[in-house]
C-alpha cells in the first residue's frame, strides 16, 4: 500500500466515525445543556459557590460570571506557579519567573495552552494536575457554555435570559469532559501511552552521576489535550513524544478526539433552536472547510515543494516516521482548524505551502470545526454576516433562523471578526518595530512566517508552535500573553451581548422573501464569506511570508 493510500484511507476513517458520532453524541450533549435535573454531585458544587441552578441570567450577568470566573482562576495558576518550590510534589523546581507564570496562566485560562517551557522540567506534579490539568478542562467547558447561550440567544423569545453559567460549567465539565476523558485515557493506555507521575529517568548529570527521575505524561491529560482544549503536555515534543502518542492507532484516536465535541455541536444547535437541518447546514460548513483544508495540507506536503524534498523524494523533515508524511499533515490540519495546539511534528519544517495551511486554518478563525464550543459560535457569527451581506444583495432585512439582524446585531458580528486580524497584524508589527522579531531563527520571508505564526496561534487561542522561534523573553511571553487574553475575551463579550440582543427579540416567521439557511446554496454562501473575509485581511501578510517563500 502507498503512502498516499494510506493516507486516504486513514482520512476515510476518520470521517466515518465523526459521522457515525455526530447524531448519538450531538444529542448527549443537548440533553446535558437542555436539561433541568441536577444530580447530588453537582447540587453539592451549587451550595459550596451559593449558586441558585434555577436563576437565570442576562447576558451582561452571564459575562461578568465569565470575565470573574477566569480572572480568579489567572491569578490562582499565577500564585501557584510563582509559589511551587514551597508546595507538595514540586520536584525542586525553582518558581516560574514572572514573565512566564503570566503567560502560562492566561496561556490555560484562555484554553491557548501555548507552552513555552518544557513542562518535564519547569513545573512540579502538584501545579501540572492541580493547576494546569484543571484549566484544561474547565477553559474547555467556558467555550461550550458560551456556544450554548448564543444559541438560546437564537432559541429563546422575548427574554432577556440566557441561562446560567455557573450550571453549564458545573455540568460540561462534569458530564461530557470528565466521562470522555475517563474513557479516552484508557483506550490511550491500551495504546501504549504512559500513565504515570516519573515516567522518564532524566540523564545522569556528569558531574554528581545522580539521576532525577521527571515527570512522564498522565493519559488521562493527553486525552484532555486531545479534546481541543489543550496543546500543552510534560514534554515539548508534544504528540510526537512517543510516551504521549506512540502508534498509528493512538494518532488516530486523538485526531478523532480533537474533532469529536467541535464536530457534534452542530447537532445541539439544530436542537435547540428545533430545526435539525439548521445544524446540518453549520455541520455541512465545517466539514467543505475541514476537508479541504486537509486535502491540501496532504498534496502540498507529499508533493514535496521544495529542492530538498524532491531530490529526496519526501518531505520527511521534523515528521516523525511511524506517522509517515499524510498522517502528520493530517494531525497539523486537525489542530489548527481547531484550537488544540497539539502537534506530531515541526510545522516549520513543513514545505512553503504546507506551512502555510495551518496558518490559513487559524486565520480562518478556527471554525472548521474550531475549538471546542469557539468554533460554533464563530461560525454562527460568520452566519449572522453572510444573511446580512445576502440581505443587502437583495434590499430587506435579513433573518437568521428567526431572528432578524439589525443594525445593533451586526455592529457585535463585526466587532467579533475584527478583534483577532487587529491583535495578529498589530503584535506581528510590534515584534518588528522594537527589534523583537530577531529571535526568529531565520530571516527574509520564512522568518516573517515564524513571527506570523506566533501572534496568529496566540490571538486564535490554538497553542500550536511554529517553532523556529524564540520566545522565551520577557517581551514576547507578555506580549502573546496580552494577545490570548484579549483575543478570547473580547469575541466572548461581543457573542454574548449578540446573544442578549437576539434574546429579546420575538421570532419572526418566514415568508417568500427569507432567506433559506438550511440549503446547498447558504452552505456555500458561508463558505465563501469565511474565504473572502480571511483573503481581505491576510492575503498581504501570507504573500510576504509562505507565498513569497514557495513562489
Known amino acids: 500500500m502507498t503512502t498516499t493510500t494510506a493516507g486516504v484511507l486513514f482520512i476515510l476513517s476518520l470521517v466515518v466515525a465523526l459521522v457515525a458520532v455526530h447524531k448519538p453524541f450531538g444529542d448527549y450533549l443537548y440533553r446535558v445543556v437542555a436539561g433541568t435535573r441536577q444530580s447530588r454531585v453537582e447540587r453539592g458544587v451549587y451550595r459550596l459557590v451559593g449558586v441558585d441552578p434555577s436563576a437565570g441570567q442576562t447576558w451582561g450577568v452571564y459575562a461578568r460570571a465569565v470575565l470573574a470566573f477566569s480572572a480568579v482562576s489567572i491569578l490562582f495558576l499565577y500564585a501557584f506557579q510563582r509559589l511551587q518550590n514551597h508546595l507538595w510534589l514540586s520536584l525542586g523546581f525553582d518558581p516560574v519567573v514572572p514573565h512566564g507564570a503570566w503567560n502560562t496562566a492566561v496561556s490555560f485560562v484562555t484554553n491557548t495552552n501555548w507552552q513555552w517551557y518544557s513542562g518535564e522540567s519547569t513545573m512540579g506534579h502538584l501545579v501540572q494536575m492541580a493547576g494546569l490539568a484543571v484549566q484544561n478542562f474547565v477553559s474547555a467547558a467556558v467555550g461550550i457554555a458560551v456556544a450554548v447561550a448564543l444559541v438560546r440567544g437564537f432559541a429563546g423569545s422575548r427574554t432577556g435570559e440566557l441561562g446560567n453559567f455557573w450550571v453549564d460549567l458545573t455540568r460540561i465539565t ?28 532524566d540523564v545522569t548529570t556528569l558531574t554528581g552521576g545522580v539521576q532525577t527521575i521527571t515527570g512522564g505524561p498522565i493519559a488521562g491529560q493527553e486525552v484532555i489535550k486531545e479534546l481541543g482544549t489543550n496543546g500543552g503536555g510534560f514534554y515539548n515534543a508534544n504528540s510526537a513524544h512517543p510516551f504521549e502518542n506512540p502508534t498509528t492507532w493512538t494518532n488516530w484516536l486523538e485526531i478523532f478526539l480533537i474533532l469529536l465535541i467541535p464536530f457534534s455541536l452542530p447537532r445541539v444547535f439544530g436542537r435547540m433552536v428545533g430545526q435539525n437541518r439548521q445544524g446540518y447546514a453549520v455541520a455541512a460548513v465545517m466539514a467543505i472547510l475541514a476537508v479541504a483544508s486537509v486535502a491540501l495540507t496532504n498534496v502540498f506536503e507529499l508533493t514535496g515543494h521544495g529542492t530538498v524534498p524532491q531530490a529526496v523524494g519526501a518531505a520527511l523533515e521534523g515528521k516523525e516516521v511511524r506517522f509517515d508524511v499524510s498522517n502528520s499533515a493530517t494531525f497539523a490540519a486537525a489542530t489548527t482548524l481547531t484550537s488544540t495546539g497539539a502537534v506530531n511534528s515541526f510545522h516549520d519544517s513543513y514545505t512553503s505551502f504546507g506551512g502555510m495551511m495551518p496558518l490559513v486554518n487559524m486565520m480562518l478563525g478556527e471554525v472548521a470545526p474550531g475549538g471546542v464550543g469557539a468554533g460554533l459560535y464563530g461560525l454562527l457569527i460568520l452566519a449572522v454576516i453572510t444573511v446580512f451581506v445576502a440581505g443587502l444583495m437583495v434590499g430587506r432585512t435579513p433573518e437568521y433562523v428567526g431572528k432578524k439582524i439589525g443594525s445593533r446585531e451586526i455592529k457585535f458580528a463585526s466587532l467579533y471578526f475584527l478583534v483577532t486580524p487587529a491583535l495578529v497584524l498589530t503584535g506581528t508589527a510590534a515584534a518588528f518595530a522594537t527589534g523583537n522579531a530577531a529571535t526568529a531563527l531565520n530571516s527574509g520571508p520564512h522568518g516573517l512566517s515564524e513571527v506570523i505564526y506566533a501572534f496568529t496561534s496566540a490571538s486564535n487561542n490554538n497553542g500550536s508552535a511554529f517553532a523556529g522561534i524564540t520566545v522565551n523573553t520577557q517581551w514576547w511571553n507578555t506580549a502573546l500573553g496580552l494577545c490570548m487574553l484579549l483575543g478570547r475575551f473580547l469575541p466572548i463579550i461581543f457573542v454574548l451581548a449578540l446573544a442578549g440582543s437576539l434574546a429579546r427579540q420575538a421570532p419572526t416567521p418566514a415568508s417568500e422573501g427569507t432567506l433559506p439557511t438550511h440549503r446547498p446554496l447558504f452552505v456555500g454562501m458561508v463558505v465563501g464569506v469565511t474565504v473572502i473575509l480571511v483573503a481581505l485581511t491576510f492575503l498581504p501578510a501570507l504573500a510576504l511570508g509562505p507565498l513569497a517563500e514557495g513562489l
Not at 470528565?178 to 504515570?196: E, I
Open 174 to 201: 462534569l458530564r461530557v469532559l470528565l466521562p470522555v476523558s475517563v474513557l479516552g485515557a484508557l483506550a490511550l493506555m491500551l495504546g501504549g501511552v504512559v500513565q504515570n507521575l516519573s515516567g522518564g529517568t
